[in-house]
């Protein structure tokens, strides 16, 4: 500005006293009304205009300056907010990552001690299986052991009564003495009979059956004539045979296997000639203690066959659908088998059946009454239609069985119809009859276990001898099962563990096998998967 001053002071032309105030062209204020201005050449002119502009222009850039700095004050304060806007967000996102990671870190803790206390309960379980195996590997031995050791009493005896035979007759003497002592092969001592309770003196005796005896005691329990008697015939060793019946212990001659000599239809009991059977309509016979709980017409079986129900039921197996149960002489149930295209018998006698196919069965309306001679008379019987609704047509039971023979059928039979509804697929026989005996097995268990129960099937010898249809209410009739009832189903509960067929008898021990190391539920579903049973 230099110049504009020079220009100001060296002008020839004076301009009078005056003062400039403002910034501003409209701001200028002069107190002499005569400017020389008018006096000014054109180009001084210029020159003030532009120095006046010049100044403007500096003046406008140090405001522009001012408001550039003030707002980019602004943008520094507004961008320093943004920051920690931005610092806190992220600080509230690595809070939120670090809370949502311990929470992961505590739930894979908490599974991880969830995966430890299944693999202790695992390991428990293992271990109680090992020693149930123990348990059952000694059971096994015992039981070889026992065998072994009934097999050599079993020789043993033959050898005693051929070595008794061998000393032969004694001789006999008119003055009636028929027993010649021998002091040197059998000193004496005291030894009490296992048949008569007296005492054995000098003479011949027998060693056997856990127990001593005089050879005329040891006695057929049919026909009660001394085993040991010299008509009867050896065998091809030379050796004399008797028979005894495994469970019961009844020992009899071989004889009688094949003469006719009557046994029970359901406990097997070879009874002496007297005793009395009662004679079913289909020629089977069955012995009075037999005859005290036996079940004879369908309408007598329905409470039998609610407690079944109700049995699957608790073990989680119910059946929706309502699967009619009849009660059939042998010649219904004979030609219901034959009428089936499917399923697996227990020769040489069915006594139940799971039928599928559309037929019309024979069923047992009205038990009989017991006539002169014990024979049973005036059975009602009426046919039954049998329509398809599911992929079971009917249960048939054997009639005249006791209740614990009849509830065990009614059990195995069950199970064949609940394998059917249930879409299992076509199972071999060993398979399917062995987890049927599983569940009739199961059930008499059941039935020992809790006294039979409250509501049991039963009749007795004098209510089946009446003709009136009101006397099969005595098959609800609540009390103590004898003794005899429960020696029964242990009998039958034998029957299932000691067959020898493959299907129901090795069968069963597989799938009881399983069932006891994996539980029912287990056994099953591998049985639905595979066909087979778990090992």
């Known amino acids: 500005m230099g110049w504009f001053t020079k220009l100001l002071k060296g002008s020839d032309h004076k301009i009078l006293r005056g003062q400039y105030h403002g910034k501003y062209g409209e701001d200028r204020i002069w107190d002499n009304h005569h400017s020389s201005m008018d006096d000014l050449t054109d180009i001084e002119k210029e020159d003030i205009d532009r120095a006046i502009a010049l100044s403007l222009s500096e003046e406008d850039h140090k405001g522009k300056k001012v408001v550039d700095e003030e707002l980019c004050k602004i943008d520094d304060d507004e961008e320093d907010e943004h920051l920690v806007k931005v610092h806190l967000d992220e600080d509230e996102r690595l809070a939120k990552i670090q ?10 803790q908490q599974e991880d001690e969830h995966l430890a206390k299944i693999q202790q309960e695992e390991e428990e379980r293992l271990a109680k299986i090992q020693q149930e195996d123990e348990c059952l590997a000694k059971i096994q031995q015992e039981d070889e052991r026992l065998a072994k050791a009934q097999l050599e009493e079993d020789e043993q005896l033959a050898r005693a009564i051929q070595e008794s035979l061998k000393i032969g007759s004694p001789p006999q003497y008119d003055n009636g003495s028929s027993i010649l002592s021998f002091p040197h092969l059998f000193p004496p001592g005291y030894r009490i009979c296992a048949g008569c309770k007296t005492e054995i003196g000098q003479g011949r005796f027998l060693s056997c059956m856990g127990g001593v005896w005089h050879p005329e005691c040891f006695c057929c329990h049919a026909c009660h004539l001394p085993i040991t008697d010299y008509e009867i015939p050896t065998n091809s060793s030379g050796l004399i045979e008797y028979r005894a019946h495994p469970f019961w212990l009844q020992k009899y001659c071989p004889s009688h296997e094949l003469d006719g000599t009557s046994r029970c239809c359901s406990c097997e009991r070879m009874e002496p000639r007297d005793t009395k059977y009662l004679l079913l309509d289909d020629g089977r016979k069955l012995c ?8 004879m017409d369908t309408h007598e079986c329905q409470p039998l066959y609610l407690e079944i129900q109700e049995f699957y039921e608790g073990l989680n197996m119910k059946l929706e659908q309502q699967i009619p149960m009849l009660l059939v002489e042998r010649q219904a149930l004979n030609e219901a088998m034959e009428g089936e295209k499917n399923g697996h018998h227990h020769l040489p006698e069915t006594r139940g059946l799971c039928l599928s196919e559309e037929q019309t069965v024979t069923t047992i309306s009205r038990r009989p009454r017991i006539a002169a ?8 019987t009426e046919p039954y239609r049998l329509i398809r609704c599911c992929e079971v047509t009917a249960i048939l039971v054997l009639y005249g069985l006791p209740r614990l023979l009849t509830g065990s059928i009614l059990a195995h039979e069950m199970m064949h119809a609940w394998l059917r509804l249930k879409g299992y697929p076509n199972l071999s026989p060993e398979v399917e009859e062995g987890i049927c005996q599983v569940l009739a097995h199961m059930w008499l268990e059941s039935e020992l276990y809790s006294g039979f129960g409250n509501d049991g099937a039963s009749s007795s010898t004098s209510s089946l001898s009446s003709s009136s249809p009101s006397s099969s209410s005595v098959s609800t009739k609540k009390g103590k099962r004898s003794d005899f009832e429960k020696k029964l189903g242990d009998f039958f509960k034998h029957q299932i563990e000691s067959d020898t067929s493959s299907a129901y008898g090795d069968g069963f021990r597989l799938g009881n096998q399983a069932m006891v190391k994996y539980g029912l539920k287990r056994t099953l579903d591998h049985i639905h998967m595979t066909g087979s049973f778990p090992y």
């Open 99 to 108: 809370q949502e990671e311990e929470e992961r870190l505590a739930k894979i």
């Open 288 to 295: 009075l203690e037999c005859l005290d709980s036996s079940i």
């Open 373 to 380: 001679g014990y024979r049973a008379i005036d059975m009602i």
